[in-house]
């Protein structure tokens, strides 16, 4: 049997694809902070193994990561799913909060990278999916934490996809558009192509096993109008945006 180790996996897409990969016969090292939650989703299928853990400590990740080999001597696949985000704090420029968001989001994921580094070099093979967003494409009205930390997520993911593919290790970008999470449910306004965690989950499942590409983006009706946005002149995207965001001077 294969074994993926998924962080994020008590709720949302992390939740969702772990069943994915459980379902479809895979080992699964479960991670998140919520021990409880974790525990209620390895009960739901035996393939599913609880790992808690707090990705904002870079000794516990490898500490973890130690437990995942040694249970399962082999791991194929690494997806790294985790995100906080508070849109009542992203009105003002909050520092603190910025650097929590950025301490989850961004080094959050960079610690559990750091964990499997060595690890994926050493075997020259498998798989490393990290999990940005589709507001890390440009800068939208109230994501000055949350959009910031995300791509800075892309562009790591791009930087790691050279220095990993040296040593013939997949790095792969999933940017999920608007997905009904408990993330998602604090949104104050209607969220365009609104999609479910197990759609998320079919997309990735499908991207990582039967497809190459370096990014998994969904869903395609949403983000090829955001990558269409992406190249346009400044000044048309602000204005553009401020008419979609109805985003108003004072």
Sequence with gaps: MKTIWITG??????????????????????????????????????????????????????????KIKNKFENIDTCFFSTGTWDPKKEKEIDIDQMKKVMEVNFFGTLNCIKAVEMYFKEKKNGNISIVSSIAGYR??????????????????TESLYFDFGRYNVR???????????????????????????????????????NGSSFEIDFPKELTLILKF????????????????TKYQKL
């Design 9 to 66: 996996a008590s709720s949302g897409i992390g939740k969702s694809l772990a069943l994915k990969f459980a379902n479809e016969g895979w080992q699964v090292a479960a991670s998140a902070r919520r021990e409880d939650l974790l525990n209620q989703l390895s009960e739901s299928n035996q393939n599913i193994s609880p790992f808690p853990l707090d990705v904002t400590s870079r000794e516990n990740c490898e500490e973890i990561f130690e």
């Design 139 to 156: 800068g939208l009205p109230n994501s000055t934490g949350y959009g910031a930390s995300k791509a800075a997520l892309n562009n790591l």
């Design 171 to 209: 790095v792969s970008l999933i940017s999920p558009g608007f997905i009904k999470t408990p993330m998602t449910d604090k949104n104050q306004f209607k969220m365009p192509f609104l999609k479910t965690p197990e759609f998320a989950a079919e997309k990735i499942y499908n991207g990582l096993i």
């Design 229 to 244: 946005l992406k190249i346009l002149p400044d000044s048309v995207y602000f204005k553009l945006i401020r008419k979609l």
